[in-house]
């Protein structure tokens, strides 16, 4: 059986998954967590899935076979629950009560995300916050403790520097 053992360094975005010849390894959040398990890949192969322990694995990343090939990881679609809101005072709100549950949350301009969990909708919506049932790809942050891998995205980095600027700005 052929196994998969490493993640290939710095390769998040380098391969299209939109590529035919592309192998595709298409996973939900819980399935992206596990780093011992056997999978199926797009092209139909079972395989080994064998990472170091902890390892978490992000749409896009790219995953190297026993014989050399690759595979584009693709976050898989699932039940989640949307908040959307321009009114970031409430979404920030929103996100420390979840938060506060230790729920992984997805957090982007406008809107958090999570598994499913119609007490938490109840929890949001008492927040008078909407939440939309909706079934798309989860990518939670991966914490302020996390260990391992974790891609540093743009939109964040971008911030933290306006963030530091700002702050110059006023001394």
Do not use: C, W
Request: aromatic content about 4%; cysteine-free; proline content about 4%.
């Amino acid at each position: 059986m052929l196994e998969i053992r490493e993640r290939e360094a710095h390769a998040n975005g380098t391969t299209s998954a939109s590529d035919a010849s592309v192998i595709k390894l298409r996973l939900p959040f819980e399935a992206r967590q596990r780093s011992r398990s056997r999978v199926s890949l797009s092209s139909g192969e079972e395989v080994a899935l064998l990472l170091p322990r902890g390892t978490v694995m992000r749409g896009g990343d790219v995953l190297l076979l026993s014989d050399g090939r690759r595979v584009v990881v693709e976050a898989a679609a699932e039940t989640v629950s949307t908040v959307l809101t321009d009114e970031a005072e409430r979404l920030a709100r929103a996100a420390y009560h979840l938060g506060n549950r230790h729920v992984a949350l997805e957090i982007g301009r406008g809107f958090v995300r999570y598994l499913h969990d119609h007490v938490l909708d109840d929890l949001v919506r008492g927040l008078g916050l909407p939440v939309r049932v909706e079934e798309a790809p989860f990518e939670p942050e991966a914490g302020a403790y996390a260990h391992g891998h974790d891609h540093e995205h743009p939109h964040e980095h971008r911030g933290h520097e306006h963030a530091h600027h700002d702050h110059e700005e006023r001394t």
